[in-house]
């Protein structure tokens, strides 16, 4: 018996000839195939119950033939174990595709665009995660760590890149790339080589490269007045966005401090009702990321915050809020 079953599984297997048509290519057991488990492809030869349970994984028959045609989109078919009986020869898709062949795309992109090709979302600045609806952020603590690792260089290094998001610029949308110098530069002149120190923020600023600007959102309360304060403490100004790539910039960063709280930046109006200025003097121009329906000096509100969603809206400026400084490099 088992010497006419070898005989016979040999000829199957050289031969590609399907025998189970009846019942297509239906294993009846989801452990066919399973490994590290039962059974072991030997056991074909010399158990009963394993060639019968088992037609596809014991080369009985091939789910390349099946009559639905082949999978789409990187998806094969049959092989999985957790596929039997009517679902063996099922497609196996990979990544967001789903379907019966593996032609529709799951996928949702909570904060970003989808690209209907590859089924992946492209996030919007701020943004991370397969569904763009994790905010971006560093998973080690030492990303940006200055002076320590790692460098604005070492993002090159894979692993680097993997658990600095928010350090290299990986989810910053091509705009508004927080990240920090390293803590020197070479510069080759004639007379030779030379090390020195780079331009640094003061501690727990990140420098936006591009714009030469440092940033660090505070996570404790205060009013517009004594946030205005504490940044100039540091020598800067409550934060000022005045164009698209600053603005990402300051959404990023108060994001990876608290992305569910609101923080005060540098905009107000308090001496001439509606004519916003800066907090350096300069009035705002038509670039604004007002809040719908903002701003409506409800209550007298002359000074402006970033709400969670990063639009902004009017507050009265004696209202307690996180808040957002910038200041040069030094």
Not at 139 to 159: E, F, I, K, Q, R
Request: a negative charge.
């Amino acid at each position: 018996m088992v010497t006419n079953r070898n005989m016979l599984l040999s000829f199957l297997l050289i031969s590609g000839v399907a025998l189970a048509a009846s019942q297509s290519c239906q294993n009846t057991s989801p452990l066919c195939g399973a490994s590290p488990g039962w059974p072991l492809l030997s056991m074909c030869f010399d158990h009963d119950y394993v060639f019968a349970s088992c037609p596809e994984f014991c080369g009985q028959c091939t789910c390349a033939t099946d009559p639905r045609g082949p999978c789409y989109n990187g998806g094969t078919r049959g092989g999985n174990p957790a596929n039997y009986n009517e679902r063996t020869c099922d497609c196996n898709c990979v990544g967001a595709w789903t379907g019966d062949l593996c032609q529709y795309c799951g996928l949702t992109c909570v904060n970003g665009v989808l690209d209907s090709s590859t089924c992946t979302c492209r996030c919007s600045p701020g943004w991370d995660g397969p569904t763009c609806s994790d905010v971006c952020a560093d998973s080690s603590t030492l990303c940006g760590a200055n002076p320590g690792w790692p460098t604005v260089a070492s993002c090159s290094v894979d692993y680097v890149a993997a658990s600095c998001h928010l350090f290299c610029g990986v989810c910053s949308g091509g705009s508004g790339v927080v990240v920090t110098q390293p803590t020197t530069t070479t510069q080759t002149t004639t007379k030779g080589t030379t090390t020195t120190p780079a331009p640094t923020c003061p501690n727990g600023y990140a420098l936006i490269v591009n714009r030469g600007i440092c940033l660090k959102a505070f996570n404790d309360e205060r009013t517009w007045d004594e946030a205005a304060n504490v940044c100039g403490q540091d020598g800067g100004l409550l934060a000022m966005p005045k164009d698209e790539e600053m603005h990402q910039a300051c959404v990023a960063i108060k994001n990876s401090v608290n992305s569910g709280a609101s923080f005060w930046f540098g905009l107000e109006d308090r001496q001439v009702e509606g004519q916003w200025r800066y907090a350096d003097g300069s009035a705002m121009t038509s670039f604004n990321k007002w809040n719908p329906g903002e701003p409506n000096n409800q209550g007298d509100e002359d000074c402006v915050h970033y709400l969670s969603s990063g639009n902004w809206n009017d507050l009265p400026c004696g209202s307690r809020q996180r808040f957002i400084c910038q200041t040069a490099p030094r």
